[in-house]
């Protein structure tokens, strides 16, 4: 009953641990409890099996010393915590019986968390899923971020359709999974002058000081003791900033330069892809890259290595170019305090770091205008000028009077004003780059890094396709599933949900009609597990014998929801157009779409807008409404997707090819036995490749095609009305004003009308097509429930797990090691 250093987990300790944090922690009475109280006793109990995992397991790296990882992330995108620890530390069914006993409802208490949402979408979930897979294969990994006061901003809708944000107080109520860590600070200095010495050496003085102090958030591994650390800097003023202020009795003064420390870490910039040249996201950028570094230098001092081998138990990877200070920052470190020379401190620096690239839209890659830089880090700046050099010895060396080669390989992009292009700096910096999705990889060698391949050779860029944990994504979200695959393959979960692949053994019950009939069984609750919260939260009423449709993504162009709700619209005319009888013959369908978009990004809002309002007019109608309904669900967060995920049959990756640079919602869906209809991009290519081509519904044109289709919109525009009569309708009736003002939309309907960019005119008819042949699929059940069976058994390569094992191996040089 009592382990050694563990904490007694019989129920009847369970319940005295949560009844003693009622009395003592909340200091609260347990007779009138509400669900917060119960929830955050619940969670304090929880915290305190995982606080001394954390402790051995700490204490285990320190006298250890392996070789460390560190995931540098300005997103974070956790969701919640109480029911992933309990699964990890494998006490879910104690305290579920615990809290009955307590007379509540464990999934009631659930619900009371607030997600952490400090991340816009992929890119923040991704990082979540590896600390995850890193805690569970006992890696000595950590996550470095920022503690924003406000996450990503929650989404209304206004009465007129259109998205409308608020922002999201998520530490509202006390944070139980944080440790604020009061002794953990660093001092980070901004603006002020930097002084030359000789030796390539500086001093950087004056300026402003301000304060980064650590929280500390416990990261358990599934099944293990295991738990590692996410560390998010908060910002403050220094002690003694204001004195002089003070002294001098202007109140106001001290006040302000006290609120302007605090302002960094406020909030979350809600923008993926593009806002560049905002002062405040340098700030956030340098002061998160500086915090971390100087941490993460005490704890290498503190092995009393020569600095030589900081290598040897340093890896640092970056999460896109935005911690990319981290490259002249630590140069600033070996080079002005710790007195390397300069030559082998680039060699040090360029054997610590690696760099991930999400993203090939030309207009996505991060820079930042020169005067800036120099104005808020002049010694970054410096350094940056003197790394542009060795970029310029090592090209003209190589290919000696190729300026137009120089010049786009340069760190500076020549302008007004100048620009500091972060991408180059991160290739040039790093030990290896690496895309996230094969065709993404490829992408990156033949476009935004074609230049350094021809440089550094193909070795340095390689492919590690990303994952997502199937722990949150599989066991925890839909536990029936699970359950169901556990009983048929005779394994205990653990045994799958650690090697992902052993789901290939449910293979054999493919064709087997009482295995089927189960499988369809969990799908069908899960619809209507969804359609309870949507009508317990929304007030509406989903036909849960329907086909559900999903679309749950960032609102952006390349994604293309408008190609999306364009063919809601036309399957709404067709079925107009048709007789009572002809439509019996349809299957019912309903389509969800949930998704925020960035609050600056015009035609995403408007796309939400026309989302909603061709949603008003088609469930009201009575001619069509038992076979087509269309939903937008506010506010998408890790918790809907929950909810969401398990309950589709058919989700939609239909970004123009080349575009995506992987998506990981479209790994969440197949896990559960959801069916993709998709274009030839980022992942879906990869998990047509696992599933095999006739369980997913491609369409569209490739890659190669794309550039060429531009070209010819640009020089040899076509009117839609030719290119595409069935589209050209949809746009006119939108146009005319079906779905209410008709003169709101044409911003968006312009896009597609006139450059079309993202090529929905040339890939409509071959959607329409693919959503049919989803539609036959769908009316033989048996065969649908077969692929859909045939797609979860195939899904083994997606775990997070692989994919964290390639980072170890492949770039990290790290290996697992626990206490004992
Ligand atoms: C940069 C500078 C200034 C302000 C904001 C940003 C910024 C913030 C977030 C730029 C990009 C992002 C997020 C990008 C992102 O989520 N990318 C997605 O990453 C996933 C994980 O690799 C991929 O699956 C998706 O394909 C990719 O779009």
């Not at 503690?147 to 007129?160: M, N, S, T, V």
């Not at 591994?221 to 560390?231: A, V």
């Not at 104005?375 to 137009?404: A, C, Y």
């Not at 048709?578 to 309903?590: D, G, H, I, L, S």
Request: charged residues 25%; hydrophobic residues 40%.
């Amino acid at each position: 009953k009592t382990s050694m250093r563990g904490l007694d987990t019989d129920i009847p300790s369970i319940t005295k641990s949560i009844v003693g944090h009622v009395q003592t922690s909340l200091a609260q009475q347990a007779h009138n409890l509400d669900d917060l109280g119960a929830y955050q006793a619940a969670a304090l109990s929880v915290r305190d099996n995982l606080i001394l995992n954390w402790n051995e397991t700490q204490m285990h790296y320190t006298r250890k010393e392996p070789k460390r990882a560190y995931y540098l992330s300005l997103e974070f995108l956790m969701g919640r915590t109480l029911d992933n620890a309990l699964l990890n530390l494998g006490l879910k069914p104690k305290y579920d019986d615990s809290i009955s006993q307590l007379g509540f409802r464990l999934e009631d208490l659930l619900e009371q968390e607030r997600d952490a949402a400090l991340g816009n979408g992929g890119l923040g979930r991704l990082a979540a899923c590896y600390l995850d897979s890193s805690a569970s294969q006992e890696l000595p990994v950590w996550g470095y971020g920022l503690r924003y006061k406000y996450g990503i901003f929650q989404q209304l809708i206004a009465p007129d359709g259109s998205q409308l944000e608020a922002p999201d107080p998520w530490l509202e109520h006390d944070n139980p999974w944080e440790l604020p860590r009061l002794d953990v600070t660093y001092e980070v200095r901004f603006y002020g002058h930097s002084e030359r010495l000789d030796n390539m050496k500086a001093v950087w003085s004056g300026g402003q000081e301000v304060l980064a102090m650590a929280y500390d958030t416990m990261i358990p591994g599934y099944e293990t003791k295991s738990t590692n650390n996410l560390r998010l800097w908060e910002s403050k003023p220094k002690r003694g900033f204001d004195l002089q202020s003070f002294n001098a009795g202007d109140y106001e003064r001290a006040v302000e330069s006290s609120n302007s420390a605090a302002a960094i870490t406020s909030v979350l910039y809600p923008n993926d892809h593009t806002t560049f040249g905002k002062e405040l996201r340098l700030k956030q950028q340098y002061f998160w890259t500086a915090a971390s570094l100087a941490d993460i230098m005490r704890r290498f001092k503190n092995l009393g290595k020569p600095i030589s081998e900081f290598p040897d138990y340093v890896a640092i990877q970056l999460n896109d170019t935005h911690p990319t200070l981290a490259i002249p920052e630590l140069m600033r470190i070996f080079v002005d305090e710790e007195d390397v020379p300069w030559d082998a401190a680039w060699q040090l620096v360029t054997n610590t770091f690696f760099f991930t690239n999400h993203t090939v839209l030309p207009e996505a890659l991060e820079k930042w205008p020169v005067p800036l830089m120099q104005n808020l880090l002049p010694r970054h700046m410096q350094i940056i000028f003197d790394i542009t050099e060795i970029v310029v010895s090592v090209v003209e060396k190589k290919f000696p009077g190729d300026r137009e080669r120089l010049a786009r390989m340069s760190l500076i992009e020549e302008g007004y004003p100048q620009n500091i292009r972060m991408a180059n700096l991160a290739c040039i910096g790093t030990r290896k780059v690496n895309g996230v999705a094969e065709l993404h990889s490829e992408l990156v060698r033949l476009t935004i890094m074609k230049d350094f391949v021809d440089l550094y050779g193909v070795s340095k860029f390689s492919n590690v396709t990303n994952g997502i944990t199937p722990r949150r994504w599989l066991d925890q979200c839909n536990p029936r599933l699970s359950n169901l695959i556990s009983e048929t393959l005779k394994l205990p979960k653990a045994v799958f949900l650690k090697d992902l692949y052993k789901l290939e053994g449910l293979l054999q019950f493919a064709d087997d009609p009482a295995f089927q009939k189960k499988w369809a069984a969990v799908k069908q609750s899960n619809k209507e597990r969804l359609a309870q919260h949507v009508q317990t939260t929304l007030g509406l009423k989903i036909n849960t014998h329907a086909m559900f449709d999903v679309q749950i993504k960032r609102l952006h162009e390349y994604k293309r929801q408008t190609l999306n709700i364009m063919g809601v619209i036309h399957r709404y005319l067709t079925l107009k157009d048709m007789t009572p009888a002809e439509r019996k013959k349809v299957n019912p369908k309903v389509v969800l779409f949930a998704g925020k978009a960035a609050p600056g990004y015009y035609v995403a809002k408007l796309t939400i807008r026309l989302i909603v309002n061709v949603a008003r007019i088609i469930n009201a109608d009575a001619d069509t409404k038992d076979y087509l309904q269309l939903y937008f669900l506010p506010d998408y967060s890790v918790s809907l997707a929950e909810v969401l995920i398990p309950a589709s049959d058919i989700s939609q990756h239909i970004s123009t090819a080349g575009t995506e640079a992987s998506g990981t919602s479209n790994m969440k869906f197949c896990l559960n036995g959801g069916l993709l209809v998709g274009t030839v991009d980022g992942a879906n290519i990869e998990i047509a490749e696992e599933v095999g081509e006739q369980n997913v519904f491609f369409f569209g044109h490739l890659t190669p095609a794309v550039e060429d289709l531009r070209y010819k919109h640009m020089y040899h525009p076509v009117p839609v009305e030719q290119k595409c009569p069935p589209l050209a309708r949809v746009l006119n009736e939108v146009s005319a004003g079906r779905f209410g003002d008709g003169g709101v939309y044409e911003p968006l309907l312009n896009t597609i009308r006139q450059h079309d960019y993202y090529l929905l005119t040339e890939d409509f008819d071959s959607y329409i097509q693919a959503l049919k042949l989803v539609d036959e699929a769908y009316q033989d059940r048996t065969e649908w429930i077969k692929k859909s069976i045939r797609t979860t058994a195939k899904m083994g390569k997606f775990s997070s797990d692989r994919a964290i094992q390639d980072y170890a191996q492949e770039y990290w040089n790290i290996e697992s090691t626990k206490p004992e």
